[in-house]
């Protein structure tokens, strides 16, 4: 195995980190075609190597390159409301739809944020769960 940038104790150009990243792809190859990976538990120069060029990658990441965040959507604080109060009262969805007197898929489709609240339900949340109504004027 050859062990390239031993001496590089931090990556600070993207040029170096190219390099470095090319580096870990190769020796997961030959690894892999050593059988060096197989073994979950094992430790050898080859993991240990990897492991040493993954964290000067990773290092780098943090510092030099800002990532774009995946478009995920963050759940309002009445959806975390309604899911600290299941949780809380050991309430499955199936039970809640029932209690608040709808049918399971568009109470499912309310929790994912695809459907919005009505006023009934949400009268149905106050009454059910006493979720403070500025939470739900706020965010149904």
């Not at 994912?112 to 939470?135: C, E, H, W």
Request: with cysteine.
């Amino acid at each position: 195995m050859k062990k390239l940038f031993e001496n590089v104790s931090k990556l600070t150009t993207r040029e170096d980190y190219d390099k470095v990243l090319a580096q870990v792809k190769v020796l997961i190859k030959e690894a892999t075609e050593n059988g060096c990976l197989d073994d979950p538990e094992s430790d050898n120069e080859y993991i240990r190597e990897i492991g040493r060029l993954g964290i000067l990658c990773a290092q780098y990441e943090n510092e030099y390159i800002q990532f774009k965040h995946l478009n995920v959507r963050k759940k309002s604080p009445l959806i975390r409301n309604i899911e600290d109060e299941m949780y809380s009262r050991n309430i499955r969805q199936k039970e809640l739809s029932g209690m608040l007197g709808v049918n399971e898929p568009t109470l499912s489709q309310v929790m994912r944020g695809k459907r919005a609240i009505s006023l009934r339900m949400a009268k149905r949340l106050y009454t059910v769960f006493n979720i403070d109504p500025k939470i739900i004027l706020e965010y149904a």
